[in-house]
C-alpha cells in the first residue's frame, strides 16, 4: 500500500514545472511528494511551498523544500494532497489526519488541487469514513445538537464521537487541531447529498470548518495494482 502511494506522489509530481508555488497537503501519501519534491529541490527544482500542518512543515523542512505562507503570496499553482474518500464527482472527505481546516484554506487558495491515494480511498458515495467536523470547544453540547438537526434536515444520521489523542482511550486526551480546535467524527455510513451537507455545517456557529471538500479537487491520480488512473474533474475549472 505505501509503495502505490508513492506511485501516486511520482505521478503528480510530473506536473510540477519550475517557479510554482504548490500547497503542500497531510497524511501518509502527501509526505510522499514532499519527500520526492525535496530529491527534485536537490536536483535543482526552484519551487515553494505553503505547508497545511505543522508535521507538513517539519517534514518539507527536512527535506529542504522552501516555504511560504499565504500572508506572503497571493496565490497557489497546484495543491497536492490526499484523501480518506474521493466520489466519482471529485469531492473527497478528508481530516482523518486532523489537518482539515489549513488543508481547505490552501486548496481554495489553489488554481489546481490534485487529490493522491491509493485506490481503495475511491468510492460510489461519500460516508463510510467518519465525516470529521472541527469544532470550537466552548457550547460543544449547543454545537452537536445542531449539527444532529443539520444530518436529519440532510437525511442523514449516526454516532458522533470527539476524537481522542494517541492514547487517549486511557488518558482521556482530547485531539487538538493545529489551530486549537477539536474534532467530531461522524459515522454517517452514506451521504446523498455531500453539497448540501457541507453548506448545512458550514452556517452552523461553533463548526470551524468540516471534512467535506466539494469542488475543489480538479483531477485525481489513484494507485493500484492493475497501475496508475487519472481522473479529470469535468465541471469548469475555477477562473473560466
Do not use: Y
Not at 116 to 145: C, M, N, Q, S, Y
Amino acid at each position: 500500500m505505501d509503495q502505490l502511494k508513492r506511485q501516486a506522489a511520482a505521478r503528480a509530481l510530473e506536473q510540477v514545472r519550475d517557479g510554482m508555488q504548490l500547497g503542500l497537503g497531510t497524511g501518509s501519501t502527501a509526505k510522499h511528494f514532499v519527500e520526492l519534491l525535496g530529491e527534485r529541490v536537490a536536483a535543482g527544482l526552484k519551487v515553494i511551498g505553503v505547508p497545511t500542518s505543522e508535521a507538513t512543515r517539519l517534514d518539507a523542512t527536512r527535506c529542504g523544500v522552501p516555504l511560504t505562507t499565504l500572508d506572503e503570496i497571493d496565490h497557489l499553482d497546484i495543491t497536492i494532497d490526499g484523501a480518506d474518500e474521493i466520489d466519482p464527482a471529485l469531492n473527497l472527505i478528508k481530516g482523518g489526519g486532523g489537518a482539515l481546516l489549513r488543508e481547505k484554506i490552501v486548496a481554495a487558495a489553489s488554481d489546481r488541487m490534485i487529490v493522491i491515494a491509493d485506490d481503495t480511498k475511491w468510492v460510489p458515495t461519500l460516508g463510510k469514513f467518519p465525516l470529521p467536523i472541527e469544532v470550537i470547544p466552548f457550547g460543544l453540547g449547543a454545537t452537536r445538537r445542531a449539527i444532529e438537526k443539520a444530518f436529519a434536515e440532510c437525511g442523514v444520521s449516526g454516532q458522533m464521537a470527539v476524537r481522542k489523542a494517541k492514547g487517549g482511550d486511557k488518558d482521556g486526551h482530547v485531539f487538538v487541531t493545529d489551530g486549537g480546535h477539536w474534532i467530531v467524527d461522524a459515522q454517517l455510513g452514506q451521504i446523498g447529498d455531500p453539497a448540501g451537507l457541507a453548506s448545512a455545517l458550514s452556517a452552523i456557529p461553533g463548526v470551524v470548518e468540516h471534512g467535506l471538500f466539494i469542488g475543489l479537487a480538479s483531477s485525481a491520480v489513484l494507485a493500484g495494482g492493475e497501475g496508475i488512473r487519472v481522473i479529470v474533474e469535468r465541471r469548469k475549472p475555477k477562473g473560466d
